[in-house]
Nanobody
Framework: VQLQASGGGLVQAGGSLRLSCAAS????????RGWFRQAPGKERQFVAH????????KYADSVEGRFTASRDNAKNTVYLQMNSLKPEDTAVYYC???????????????WGQGTQVTVSS
């Protein structure tokens, strides 16, 4: 069970980034996928989750309307398109996989290694 996150980087406020999270090792077609982020000194917080079967996504209020989660079944990959980025979006972003959709980190047993997103003002 491996999740590989990528796509982070440094961007100016108002810019965009797209994160990817590729899964390997097992068949994940029936799993929920989540995106979380953790800023220095803060707890890991929910960003978005997406149902693998339906493609239906839910977002944290802080990113609603700016971030879009999607998935590519053939590539076993989920994406997080982040637009209109703000300095407060700066964090390490993690992807996660689990059986059911959850907005809490404890709901996901499988985690990627994280990718740094830094938004400059």
């Amino acid at each position: 069970v491996q999740l590989q996150a990528s796509g982070g980087g440094l961007v100016q406020a108002g810019g965009s980034l797209r994160l990817s999270c590729a899964a390997s090792g097992r068949t994940f077609s029936n799993l929920a996928r989540g995106w979380f982020r953790q800023a220095p000194g803060k707890e890991r917080q929910f960003v978005a989750h997406i149902g693998w079967a339906t493609g239906s996504a839910k977002y944290a209020d802080s990113v609603e309307g700016r971030f879009t989660a999607s998935r590519d079944n053939a590539k076993n990959t989920v994406y997080l398109q982040m637009n209109s980025l703000k300095p407060e979006d700066t964090a390490v972003y993690y992807c996660a996989a689990g059986i059911t959709l959850s907005t809490t980190p404890n709901g996901y047993p499988h985690w990627g290694q994280g990718t740094q997103v830094t938004v400059s003002s």
